[in-house]
């Protein structure tokens, strides 16, 4: 028989003076409630109540078992009210992971409207763009920048993560501005140290998607690094729009080769599998998808 189950029906038992209005209470027979005390007492080898035709009474160890039983049951139903309450509306800590330049200058950002409008959550933003595993690092929400592999994680598509390759006009006056994209194998180019990308960019162009040879001369493990070794002037970039729009807005960087854009990569919001995710999780996702998702 259910533990706790048992302990209930035998406090019921306790305050309402028979196994007949405790049966009446949980719609039992009067035998199956004397079953569940009789559970009991064979668990602990004690007679809690003594028991006549027309009276019943707690033995000694039935007095301090039912007070115990009081507050266990007391707790169980406080534990579920909590978790109630959890489910009610958002509130708790929620650990997010995000890539570095999204995270910077988009997501980090945002979350002063979110935590304006769910006061009871307090996030904890982790940026970076080494991979991880959720589960293991213990994160609930990540935005992931690329194709996604097979995994059971629920995926939401976000906007398409776009770059562009841009230059600061130091540098395309001392050295030339780009007309085409094999015109980058002779100009200073920078990047992230990367088996395909540092020996190649893939851009799109009029007449299909086209890879053009590049020689880094310079490699970061840092997007705004690499922003700033572009506005010294040292060479081109190929990085995300996020990271340099208002740099590009501002003059200091110009885009090149308009007609040939950089492959856009997909973006999704990911969680852990759960048909009932707490609201903390569902407000959150919602709110990710509303800013940056597709319209």
Not at 72 to 85: F, H, Y
Not at 234 to 247: C, F, R, T
């Amino acid at each position: 028989m259910d533990r706790l189950q048992s302990m209930a029906i035998f406090v019921r038992a306790v305050e309402r003076g028979s196994f007949s209005a405790a049966a009446e209470d949980f719609r039992l027979t009067g035998t199956m409630v004397g079953m569940h005390v009789r559970s009991l007492e064979e668990r602990l080898g004690a007679r809690l109540l003594n028991r006549t035709t027309r009276r019943q009474s707690l033995t000694d160890v039935g007095k301090l078992y039912y007070e115990r039983c009081k507050q266990i049951l007391g707790d169980v139903a406080d534990a579920e009210s909590s978790a109630a309450r959890l489910q009610s509306v958002p509130r708790g800590r929620l650990r997010v992971m995000t890539p570095v330049s999204f995270g910077v200058h988009a997501l980090a950002p945002a979350c002063a409207d979110y935590l304006s409008s769910n006061p009871e959550v307090a996030i904890d933003l982790v940026l970076s763009d080494r991979p991880i595993d959720m589960v293991e690092e213990g994160f609930e929400i990540m935005v992931r920048i690329g194709d996604l592999a097979d995994s059971t994680m629920i995926a939401r598509p976000l906007l398409p993560y776009r770059s562009i390759v841009c230059a600061a006009p130091a540098y395309l006056d001392r050295r030339g501005v780009p007309q085409r994209p094999d015109d980058l194998s002779g100009h200073v180019c920078m990047g992230f140290a990367h088996p395909v990308a540092s020996r190649e960019w893939r851009l799109q162009g009029p007449q299909g998607e086209i890879s053009v040879p590049v020689s880094l001369a310079l490699t970061v493990n840092n997007g705004e690094a690499l922003r700033m070794a572009a506005l010294s002037g040292l060479g081109i970039i190929m990085q995300p729009e996020i990271l340099l729009d208002d740099d590009v807005r501002a003059g200091r960087l110009i885009p090149l080769l308009p007609d040939f854009l950089p492959l856009p990569k997909p973006m999704h919001v990911l969680t852990l599998p759960d048909r009932h995710p707490p609201p903390k999780i569902r407000s959150f996702v919602d709110f990710v998808v509303s800013r940056y998702g597709r319209r």
